[in-house]
């Protein structure tokens, strides 16, 4: 059997390090195949309190991971909601006690395609399951008996995480006593696939993909790779910021190269940005996560739709989008606050004015910050009362 | 606390599922929550106002009132109250047409412009008035639609829109004001408080 660790070499990945809970109960998975006894890498922060109603669980987006705040200890890099969470932050560690789990279908340490499949003793590759959104979700319940929390104090996530948050409250209506779904959507637009369908082709059409078998040789599709994050990379920023920030700006030179390197700025952001994920990410996590995002529809899981999968909700919502995220957009969450009302729970709702696209919920926007931390504060307030009750 | 609000609560029944249109910083919300156990929840436009509600922990729903009163359900509410907006509306027909489909009953309460300060000041001076309950001038007033405690009361009327109570308020006295006082209580109140539906 080739050592798990050796695949990762190209990564320089400490596996080691990485926080794991075994999920010894069998999970039937949407496409009708069973997993069980799998990983699921997760990390916790701050302290579980006495009465445990301090817990809030982050969802982690398409290309997130369990590493939170803090330094990154696979990457040496900041936490990527460093910006949200930590000592004294919105979600301030020193009063909450935050988990987050990789999602399954990642490559930080859960369940995904370059583990090794039992049956073959050759990692999954294109044999792992397709996964879904719901899947994710299932996967990381057991986290939470794990930990010994009957109910969470908050849940929240932004872009993928937010739709993990959404089937969360939708499969488990008890499970948290206030959600704060960020930027995200109940089911992707034509737009949103046709972006990740761009991202897998990318990733396909590297002839170093080989049918998702290159983990067997030690490498990765590069330039795939690369390509893919830098579409997601546009998605996540406005036409205006982008503008802001980049214009027609050189890159370190005083005119046009006549040449195909990166005159622009903008160009060599995106090349940075590209090769600086296929350090960290693997590009069969991408083709399943993306897959994932695509199949998700909650309106489609339930009878009624949308307002059915809300029905009977005692979790109070918050949902947060930014004006200018053209991804998810202001009208996706806007409709998810339609059906909350609709069937009855108890919802709020903000649009932050921001130009600085679908990335402000990583970002430090301290009107976002400011709503995020007034909600959780006070959501702690009554939810300890609500317990003394 | 504002005279206006102490009289909206009196006139909601405890234990009540409650909309306020224009919200506000959530005073009138945090009041009906503390002393009726009022299920409430909120709509307001302003960025700094849905944050001052949320960290009191009220429930409020960042968006514009003569846009978006469609995501509510039909009869969704007990109440529905709009607080001194309705003639800031470009359609406050349409409005309070919303406001009805939306809740059982509505509370409207409007700034009387038929106050007598408010006409002397026309009347006298020649000019638009300024006052406390006015306290814009005319070239920056939201105001597009102002009318009087009378001018309400007929356009129920006309319109089969049906009046359960309207109480004026001046300062901290309060009256309740039928078809037979309403020219003089048109003329001694600051702001009608409406009760429809």
């Known amino acids: 059997m080739p050592s798990l660790a050796g695949l990762f070499f190209w990564m320089n990945i400490k596996l080691e390090n990485i926080k794991k809970l075994d999920v010894k109960k069998p999970l039937k998975l949407d496409c009708g195949k069973t997993i069980s006894n799998f990983p699921l890498a997760y990390e916790t922060y701050g302290k579980l309190n006495k009465n445990k109603d301090n817990a809030i669980l982050v969802f982690h987006a398409l290309t997130g991971d369990q590493y939170v705040t803090g330094t990154n200890p696979i990457t040496n890099k900041e936490g990527w909601w460093i910006t949200a969470v930590g000592p004294g932050k919105a979600i301030d560690t020193n009063k909450y006690f935050v988990i987050c789990a990789n999602v399954i279908g990642g490559c930080m340490g859960s369940l995904g395609p370059r583990n090794i499949n039992p049956k073959t003793n050759q990692p999954y590759g294109l044999d792992f399951p397709v996964i879904t959104i719901k899947d994710m979700v299932r996967a990381q319940e057991s986290l939470l008996d794990h930990l010994g929390i009957k109910k969470l104090l908050c849940a929240t996530g932004g872009s993928m995480g937010g739709m993990q948050l959404l089937q969360f409250c939708a499969t488990f209506p008890d499970k948290t006593f206030s959600a704060i779904p960020i930027a995200c959507s109940s089911s992707h637009s034509a737009q949103n696939i046709a972006l990740n369908e761009l991202a897998r082709q990318a990733i396909m059409a590297d002839p170093v993909w080989e049918k998702g078998k290159y983990v067997l040789k030690n490498v990765q599709p590069k330039n795939g790779l690369a390509v893919a994050r830098m579409v997601g990379h546009i998605s996540y920023l406005s036409e205006k910021g982008m503008q802001e920030k980049f214009g027609r700006k050189l890159q370190e030179k005083a005119d046009y190269e006549f040449s195909f390197n990166a005159d622009f700025q903008v160009e060599s952001y995106l090349r940075h940005q590209g090769y600086a994920f296929v350090e960290r990410f693997d590009a069969n996590s991408v083709l399943y996560i993306t897959r994932a995002m695509d199949y998700f529809d909650l309106s489609k899981q339930f009878k009624g739709g949308l307002i059915e999968a809300f029905k009977n909700q005692e979790t109070k919502f918050l949902v947060i989008s930014f004006s200018s995220d053209w991804l998810y957009t202001t009208k996706d969450n806007k409709d998810i606050v339609i059906a909350l009302n609709a069937s009855g729970a108890d919802v709020s709702y903000s649009e932050i004015a921001t130009d600085k696209g679908h990335d402000s919920f990583l970002l430090d926007e301290p009107e976002f910050l400011k709503t995020l931390k007034g909600f959780i504060d006070s959501m702690y307030e009554k939810f300890k009362n609500e317990k003394r009750i | ?197």
């Open chain 2, 1 to 197: 606390m504002k005279k206006e609000f102490k009289v909206i609560a009196d006139l909601l029944p405890s234990n009540t599922r409650v909309l306020d249109v224009g919200c506000g910083d959530g005073s009138l919300m945090s009041l009906l929550r503390k002393e009726k156990n009022i299920n409430v929840r909120g709509l307001e436009l302003n960025q700094s106002n849905v944050q001052q509600c949320i960290h009191k922990g009220l429930p409020v729903i960042q968006g514009n009132a003569e846009t978006e009163l469609h995501q509510f359900p039909d009869q969704s509410f007990d109440y529905v109250i709009l607080s001194q907006t309705l003639q800031a509306f470009y359609e406050p027909e349409k409005v309070l047409r919303e406001l009805l489909r939306i809740g059982k009953s509505v509370i409207v309460s409007i700034p009387n412009f038929g106050y007598w300060k408010v006409r002397t000041k026309l009347l006298f001076f020649g000019k638009m008035p300024v006052t406390k309950t006015l306290p814009n001038t005319w070239y920056n007033t939201p105001n597009l639609h102002m009318c009087t405690i009378k001018d309400l009361f007929n356009f129920c009327d006309e319109k089969k829109i049906n009046i359960k109570k309207v109480v004026g308020v001046n300062e901290d006295k309060i009256s309740s004001i039928k078809k037979g006082n309403l020219e003089i209580k048109n003329l001694f109140s600051k702001l009608g408080i409406f009760l429809i539906g």
